[in-house]
Nanobody, 120 residues
């Protein structure tokens, strides 16, 4: 199983960026999918979650600015980020709770991260 993020980069304050994440490999089903972020010296924090049915939840710091979405058929999740601020600068990680086969337990898989930088 691989979880791979893409779409990070440098964006000016007030700008927008969309992160994408794709899961691939031997996958039977994917439950919830997540975006986390970690700034230097800080703990990794949950940014957004989306369930298989499409229910979402966001960290207070990004509500109204970020939108998480997924395509179950393509096994992808995206994070649309608007009105970006310098404090959004961090490495962003995608993760997914998935089963590899019908008899396997659900496990969480992580991507390698993609950097988002918003200069002050």
């Amino acid at each position: 199983v691989q979880v791979v993020e893409s779409g990070g980069g440098l964006v000016q304050p007030g700008g927008s960026l969309t992160l994408s994440c794709a899961a691939s490999g031997n996958i039977f089903s994917i439950n919830s999918m997540y975006w986390y972020r970690q700034a230097p010296g800080n703990q990794r924090e949950l940014v957004a979650i989306i369930t298989r049915g499409g229910s979402t939840n966001y960290a207070d710091s990004v509500k109204g600015r970020f939108t998480i979405s997924r395509d179950n058929a393509k096994m992808t999740v995206a994070l649309q980020m608007n009105s970006l601020k310098p404090e959004d600068t961090a490495a962003y990680y995608c993760s997914a709770d998935l089963q590899q086969t019908v008899i396997d337990s659900v496990k969480r898989y992580w991507g390698q991260g993609t950097q988002v930088t918003v200069p002050s």
